[in-house]
């Protein structure tokens, strides 16, 4: 990619009006940002790989009837087929994945440029799928979703890291060739405004050189209540705490399981589901009160939730972390890294606990006080997903409309609509 900024072209009045063409492989974030622009009157239309329309879902598969979202009609979205059959099959002939997705991710960044071209519509891309600016029409604007925190600033604390525990030695190797191949990711340099989901995200933007004014942070959100059935009441006797992730170094579970072994304390238990592991964690495991599962069916998962009191994931680098979201929806309370998504939540000391990433003694004190807490019967699962309620979705939603809103209208995004308006 070209690594200068685009001048903006001015636009017209009636080119504002035809809005965005939004971008996305797949349903990730469970499609709440073109839901957002499409609530908000904003949306164009929506490029994907494979949108499911109603008259399709007797006869589709069930992992592709979650392919929709109640509000997003399909006559509003472009199903990529070339994209998805690519795919599929990648995962039938397992072909190399980061090369199958690579050329994935510009098929759909071309499909979405031609659209927004013939609509003289501007682009919603989530940073996978900003195109190339050499054939964008004079005064298309682009907003860049940033999911994941950028490279540069991963690579530096990850490297950091593996240098004291070398039992991370197989899950940093693997990230390191994924990371040097994306150190100079640059689709922010493109665009006009830059969206994410914490400020751990935001900070790797700043780090990489993203001017601070450009960047907006929006948390994800909640599930409303009335989706979700009460929370479980909890066993009065022991502590069950619980991990569920990737068993890699970047989730912190090679702290998590020292941290564990020292804290020694009585009557609790530890579960960790990984459907994967670094071998070397794993290890790490063997010989202790420790109980590590595979991958879990989600009714499995669910039970595994309901019967945690505490759920445990002290990653040293997290764009946002949606599985606190989950925990928190059944009830548990939780323990996060500053350097994930949790401190940009309005969430109190009673479903929250935060340390800072890597910090094996304080993970160690704060593990030995939710047990006494929990002795104390300080936790309400009730109280816990209450707070739910203090920021959902439809927040997330309305916050990302109201910044794409002043973005076409005024040019600048205001100050307080960066920052929690």
């Known amino acids: 990619m070209n690594n200068t900024r685009r001048t903006r072209q001015p636009s017209t009045s009636g080119e504002q009006g035809q809005g965005f063409v939004c971008v996305i492989n797949r349903n990730r974030d469970g499609y709440q940002v073109p839901l957002a622009l499409q609530e908000a009157g904003l949306l164009s239309a929506f490029v994907t790989d494979f949108y499911a329309r109603d008259s399709w879902m007797r006869w589709l598969p069930l992992l592709l009837r979650a392919r929709k979202i109640d509000g997003l009609p399909a006559v509003k979205t472009r199903s990529t087929w070339s994209s998805f059959f690519l795919q599929v099959a990648m995962i039938a002939l397992k072909l190399p994945r980061r090369n199958v997705l690579n050329l994935s991710d510009r098929i759909l960044a071309k499909h979405a440029r031609t659209l927004a071209e013939s609509r003289s519509a501007h682009l919603y891309c989530y940073a996978s799928y900003v195109p190339s600016p050499e054939r964008l029409r004079p005064g298309t604007r682009i907003i860049d979703f940033e999911f994941h925190p950028l490279p540069q600033l991963t690579y530096d604390t990850l490297s950091r890291d593996a240098a004291l525990y070398p039992e991370v030695a197989k899950s940093f190797a693997d990230e390191e060739t994924s990371l040097k191949e994306e150190v100079m990711t640059d689709s922010w340099r493109l665009a006009e405004a830059v969206v994410c989901a914490s400020n751990m995200t935001r900070r790797s933007l700043e780090f990489a050189g993203c001017r601070p004014e450009l960047i907006t942070v929006v948390p994800y959100g909640f599930r409303s209540r009335a989706e979700l059935p009460t929370a479980k009441p909890r066993s009065a006797e022991g502590c069950r705490f619980l ?86 929806e059944h009830g548990c309370h939780v323990i996060g890294s500053t350097a994930t998504g949790l401190p940009d939540l309005p969430l109190s000391d009673r479903a929250m606990t935060l340390i800072e990433p890597g910090d094996i003694p304080a993970l160690i004190a704060c593990l030995r006080d939710l047990r006494r807490r929990k002795a104390e019967g300080e936790f309400s699962p009730a109280e816990i997903q209450a707070e739910m309620d203090k920021w959902t979705w439809h927040d997330f939603r309305r916050k990302i409309a109201n910044h794409a809103r002043a973005f076409l209208s005024e040019g600048a995004v205001p100050h307080e609509l960066r920052n929690g308006g």
């Open 243 to 328: 991990y569920v992730g990737q068993g890699i170094q970047r989730k912190g579970l090679h702290h998590l399981i020292r941290a564990w072994k020292q804290a020694d304390i009585p009557d609790a238990t530890l579960t960790l589901v990984c459907y994967r592991i670094d071998p070397g964690i794993a290890a790490m495991a063997e010989g202790t009160n420790i109980r590590l599962l595979g991958r879990q069916s989600r009714e499995e998962l669910n039970a595994h939730y309901d019967e945690a009191d505490v759920f445990v994931m002290p990653s040293l680098v997290e764009g946002f972390g949606l599985v606190y979201l989950e925990a928190i």
